[in-house]
């Protein structure tokens, strides 16, 4: 026994070794792609990391520079920000796995018997040992709200399912087709446009902004009645992002306006000179609000598109989203002159996750003059300048990411 647990030590830490130096190689390569975090989790209180105490800790809403995969459990990358260092990052399966072992603890699964028919008042839901998370139905597309989790405190606090947003590059080829196999008609990857040379798994990896739900259904409450509970629509714990958030400015009124387009320019070019080498400044016509995942996702809906009086279609829109992202990959700076984006909402819901960054004219007597200075042709549009202004001011300060007032510029 002493000479078996002896061997077993020695494996676990030649294991152990081989981990550290995996980590260790990870530091000198680029990154393969970038999440944002919609959970938290805490690395600190997670005792099957590969290596103890190399685990991650993160908060929702933090960004994660991903260089490789490690195992079907763990990623290696880095949080985003100053001085953040290599470590180990669980997988979108991992704090799935953790996630339904949490409710599971919270609501300890019952067998289910004839005695709970359909009808009865008792949740089907529960039948599959998930606590009610099979109970409520999911909102429609358009709305796409994300429901809050209450998963107990420890390692994940309410941490959602990854559906189908990891990369398939990520995964064992056994496990990608069979993810392939199981996309259901909502969560289908869109055709992409462009991409000429980026192969199967780079597209795979890319159609981060078409992020459905695989399809996974309950046992019914019955062994002999066949009954499903109702869909339930949850929030991936990550989103894939651009490797270098994209900078969009805003403000201080509409684009296509002298006063507006003015001050943008003026800052293009400071940023062009400042960040020399560094930077790629691109202009971008399509309508990127169209980029929203309810309306990717959905793209059989055509009264969603019909409706739209913009001059974008889908497919020149994903081209564009497919550009940004191809642009980021080089971690250069990337600023983006949308026509069409004038308010922080617009991009809300995108998986671009751009920087906002809002030229601000507080006053509206100053913004008035600069308007009228400008001769009669912008004359025409004072009101509707001034409205969008209006707008802008009113929004909470932080839906931006930089706010420039008078003082600064």
């Not at 309508?287 to 019909?306: P, T, V, W, Y």
Request: some cysteine.
């Amino acid at each position: 026994d002493v000479s078996l647990d002896e061997d077993r030590e020695g494996a676990r830490r030649e294991v152990e070794s081989q981990a550290q130096q995996q980590l260790e190689r990870a530091k000198h390569k680029p990154v393969a792609f970038a999440v944002r975090t919609n959970v938290s989790y805490c690395g600190a209180l997670d005792e099957e990391c590969p290596v103890q105490g190399a685990a991650i800790n993160f908060e929702a809403k933090d960004f994660l520079h991903i260089k490789e995969k490690y195992s079907n459990d763990w990623w290696i990358g880095r949080l985003v920000k100053e001085g953040g260092d290599i470590a180990f990052i669980p997988s979108p399966q991992r704090l799935e796995a953790m996630r339904l072992k949490q409710e599971q603890k919270a609501s300890p699964r019952t067998p289910p018997t004839l005695a709970h028919p359909p009808s009865s008042p008792r949740r089907a839901g529960n039948a599959s040992g998930l606590g009610d998370s099979g109970n409520r139905r999911s909102p429609p597309p358009s709305l796409g709200k994300g429901r809050s989790w209450s998963g107990g405190g420890g390692v994940l606090a309410g941490c959602p399912p990854l559906r189908c947003h990891q990369p398939l590059s990520l995964l064992s080829s056994a496990q990608a087709k069979q993810k392939q196999k199981q996309v259901s008609p909502r969560g289908r990857a869109v055709p992409q446009a462009g991409g000429d040379g980026e192969g199967a798994a780079g597209r795979a990896e890319r159609s981060h902004f078409c992020g459905g739900v695989w399809g996974g259904r309950g046992p019914p409450s019955a062994p002999d009645v066949p009954v499903s509970p109702p869909q339930t629509q949850h929030i991936p714990p990550y989103d894939v992002v651009p490797s270098m958030r994209p900078v969009v400015l805003v403000g201080p009124s509409l684009k296509g306006y002298e006063v507006t387009d003015m001050m943008q320019k003026a800052l293009f070019d400071f940023l062009k000179h400042r960040f020399d080498g560094r930077i790629s400044i691109t202009h971008i016509t399509a309508d990127l609000s169209l980029a929203k995942r309810s309306i990717l996702n959905n793209l059989g809906k055509q009264a969603i598109l019909e409706r739209s009086t913009t001059r974008s279609s889908i497919a020149e829109v994903q081209s564009e989203i497919e550009r940004i992202f191809e642009l980021a990959k080089s971690l250069q700076l990337v600023v983006l002159d949308a026509d069409t984006i004038n308010h922080p909402a617009q991009l809300a819901k995108t998986s671009l996750a751009p920087i906002i960054v809002y030229v601000k004219v507080s006053s509206p007597k100053v913004l008035q003059r600069l308007i009228k200075s400008r001769g009669k042709s912008q004359v025409k549009h004072l009101n509707v300048q001034m409205m969008a202004a209006d707008k802008l001011v009113q929004c909470p300060p932080e839906l931006f990411d930089v706010i420039l007032d008078e003082n600064q510029l």
